[in-house]
């Protein structure tokens, strides 16, 4: 490491909101401001640019919500968001009529400005509606969805929609870059990686490619805090958003060999004369077959196979000196092997199709399935040749995926949290600030809590992060300024909405499915009563119509059932 | 005008009121933990402070009468007049001038040479071996964390783990324990419409409405439940705890002062805090060190020295026990661009009224190093195995996995 910049000295004065993290962060920054451009795409971001703007970015707690006004997209709300432009290809185009159901939600929810026969508050449905089926698929498979884009899918039906999320790659996603290279993120910075992230999560078309980045990066994870290299966090990052539906055995030789993984399990230190273990044994325990159907001797001979895998010049090198082109003998198999071998004998193990299988429907669906239904999964991977993409399509179309033990079974990650809300309200932002959110919250993305990703499920919640998602909630619920702005008045007028009722009504169906008790309906209509003025001229309303809309906002997006996914 | 705990007995809910609508099983819940006057182990609390980076510890207690420490580091030595003397052989950086004063006073002790054999130079892993008091790096939970979870629930406490900061320092975590991270005072509190502050009442009294009326048959029903209700109880312990200090002293302006005063405010306000953390990094002095190392020690020592003078005020010095601790020191040997690059063994401070001032521990041998870097001479679990059988009286080697031996860095009249 190089010497104290400016930058770090800032970092750590302001302590008390600065992880050690950040601290290691910008005083790696001198010392790398030479990596190559390998690990950068050409067309995204320009690295000359993130130096110039590296000294503009410490953040210090305190000033966070100054920032976030001070700092964020200049881009205002356009009044009418244009419609998502879908690039189907004519195969995915429904090609049957949706059904009736869904038609006639989407008819009454059409944004018209005249008239808005809202549903009414109704019992608990659960996944019975085709819309409600489409939330919890965006949900799960993307980062939530705003009304056009539930209108849309819903009338698609689950399964094009399905179809369409596996397909990205016909789905144009231009507007994310031309967003993303107007930032000049600095990709040294951990915090600009995290923004960078955040709003590919929040402005992607293809929602399902972020949401694989997403649980790759749980599982097949690295950290910035040993790793050490913003650009290598990146490429990481991108590998696994390139292959995130590919057989399982290209994406495994490719982080096997990709530069931030050689660094976090020291791959890079294995060497013949002292074989490393950690990428050996992780690789078995924790990226393919669980721990148990393997021995230490098994971990051992896996370790020889990898020695000499390295780096030179920041990408993967193998030293002929340092590997061990001895006989090994691995689960039960005995040959020269290299690591792409071991790979290949790992990928035909039993355990590794359930156990790679049960991950992915944990992740997505619900935790603890039945056995056959991962016995199923599973033999679906080993009869694809281990294809992701089609183990994905036969969770998402399944009946578990669907059940009522699926509904809100999911407790939101802090990254799915911020990005969906900054989605599905389509609130305009450059991301400034949202990753400090997601510290507060328990998620510090690039930065898993250990080499096993991040536990989830309960971990998520205690009497700290679940203030901090409150306030998350009064961020974006109270966005009023030019460069964060979510504006409900507009939404309230576009839709004609003329009461509490209404207006609950309306933002439940939006956040929530419709899917609320009865006696929370009524704390919300009532809490909301001074909107019932709102069929009013307009010169008779108060401003408190402004503070009650976006309290009810508010307290919906505060609510439990919203922290589930 | 400090409220006691007795006044706030007495004043009960009713000094509340942001409690006073939450349901029942919420409220009965006493918010402020019984403090016994007189600190029996039950009642202590330990304040860590971690320097993060790696402190240069021989820039920090200088050797100004050994040769080999100026001929080691020509380029950053501390000269002899300059250092500020603790007897014939080592002495404190000139910005030490606060330690120096509890120095003589005997309330600041000193262990020498703490480290682990087979030394990390890696930040990430050396201070996961610190963190989790373990050098293979197979036991995945903090030490303290581990402490917190043998403390008896049942009193009630709001905060016996208490970080100040954004993220959970990791010697603190337990996956049984609920440590609170406090970043700043107002970020812990319910926020509301900046523009409508009248409203945020109504609006956290309907949001805890909704949580009462929630479907209680969802699998996280009474976890979303049973946290607002933890969420409300210590927001609002802390508030009334914030509104009752009076600080003792007037507290540097340094982030690390800032958080060293909201543990005080915390430990003041008898909010059961058993551990208080609070983190000052930038000691990874690599280059041109001497202006960088002089300014982070004068902060630690200022904001140490008021932390202290604080408690002293309020009557809680006897109470809290505070220790530092750094990754790993410096390499003894200087670089070329002035700094040090990392190292080995580093001296770790106890301060406080229950301190018995001096040197513990032995000084590592300048003229006897392994690659450029100091030989340990005490086991870093040996302060660990120090603060938790000496100062919380519970066994170490239940926590640490095996028996060390302990320094006897405690004042004789302590009561036990």
Known sequence: MSGLKPQSQRASESGSATTLAEVLVSQQVAHDAALPSIVLSKNLLDRRKFLIQAAALALSGGALVTLLEACTAVKPLAPSPEPMPIALSPELTPTVPPPPEAATETANLSPTPTTAPMPAATPPTGLATERARIGHLLRRAGFGATQTELDRFTAMGVSATVDYLLNYEQVDDSALEARLNGLNLDLEKLVDLQRW??????????????????????????????????????????????????????????????????????????????????????????????????????????????????????????????????????????GNFDGNDIIDIIMEQPATAEFISRKLFTFFAYDDPAPEVVTKLASTFRNTQYSIKEVMREILISPEFYSA????????????????????????????????????????????????????????????????????????????????????????????????????TYFVHLLLDSNISVQEHNILVAFGQGLNILGEPLGSQSPSVDEKLRSVVYLILAAPEYQLA | MVITRRQLLKGGISLLPALAFLSAPWRREILFASSALAATPADRTLV?????????????????????????????????????????????????????????????????????????????????????????????????????????????????????????????????????????????????????????????????????????????????HNTLGATHQSSAALMQADKAYQPGVDYPDSSLAGGLRILAEAITGNLGVRVGHVTIGGWDTHANQKPDHARLLRTLSEALYAFYQDLKAHGKDGDVLIMTWSEFGRRVTSNASDGTDHGTAVPVFFLGTPVKGGFYGQRPDLGSLSSNNLRFTTDFRTVYATVLEGWFKTPPDA???????TLPIFNAGMPV
């Open chain 1, 197 to 334: 992230w955040l709003l590919q999560m929040i402005y992607s078309m293809r929602p399902l490619q972020e949401k694989m980045t997403l649980f790759w990066h749980g599982l097949l994870t690295s950290g910035f805090s040993k790793v050490g290299k913003g650009p290598y966090m990146y490429a990481q990052n991108q590998l696994l958003r390139k292959l995130c539906l590919s057989p399982y055995d290209q994406l495994l030789k490719a982080i096997a060999q990709d530069a931030a993984m050689l660094i976090w399990l020291d791959s890079q230190v294995n060497k013949k004369a002292a074989p490393n273990e950690n990428f050996a044994r992780e690789l078995m325990e924790l990226f393919s077959m669980g721990i148990g159907p393997y021995t230490e001797g098994d971990v051992r001979q896996s370790a020889r196979a990898f020695t000499g895998w390295g780096l030179r010049q920041k990408v993967f090198n193998f030293t002929p000196e340092q590997h061990d082109f001895g006989t090994k003998i691995f689960l039960g198999r005995s």
């Open chain 2, 399 to 405: 926590i640490l996995g095996k028996q060390f031996e």
């Open chain 2, 48 to 224: 860590v402070v971690q320097q993060a980076g790696g402190n240069d510890g021989l820039n920090t207690i200088i050797p100004y009468s050994d040769g080999h420490y100026y001929d080691l580091r020509p380029n950053i030595a501390i000269p002899q007049e300059e250092v500020l003397p603790l007897n014939n052989e080592v002495g404190f950086h000139p910005e030490l001038v606060k330690f120096k004063t509890l120095w003589d006073k005997g309330n600041l002790a000193i262990v020498e040479g703490v480290g682990y054999s087979l030394p990390s130079l890696s930040h990430f892993q050396s201070m996961d071996i610190w963190r989790f008091a373990d050098p293979e790096v197979k036991v995945r939970q903090g030490w303290l964390g581990r402490y917190l979870e043998t403390l008896d629930g049942s009193r009630g406490d709001v905060f016996p783990g208490l970080a100040v900061g954004r993220t959970l320092p990791l010697e603190l975590y337990s996956p049984q324990v609920s440590v609170t991270i406090v970043e700043s005072l107002s970020l812990y509190q319910f926020q509301g419409d900046s523009r409508y502050p009248d409203a945020t009442q109504g609006r956290t009294e309907a949001l805890s409405g909704i949580y009462d009326a929630a479907p209680q048959d969802s699998p996280y029903a009474a976890l979303f």
């Open chain 1, 405 to 504: 033990k699926a509904y809100r079974a999911k407790i939101k990650s802090p990254a799915e949290l911020i990005a969906g809300m900054v989605h599905t309200l389509e609130i305009e932002t450059d991301g400034s600030g949202l990753p400090a959110f997601a510290d507060r919250m328990g998620q510090s993305l690039f930065n898993p809590f250990d080499v096993s990703g991040w536990p989830g499920g309960a971990v998520w919640i205690n009497s700290n992060t679940l203030l901090q998602r409150l306030n998350f909630a009064n961020r974006v619920s109270t966005a009023r300024s030019r460069r964060f702005q979510f504006t409900p008045v507009e939404t309230v007028r576009r839709l004609g909405l003329s009461s509490a009722d209404e207006v609950v």
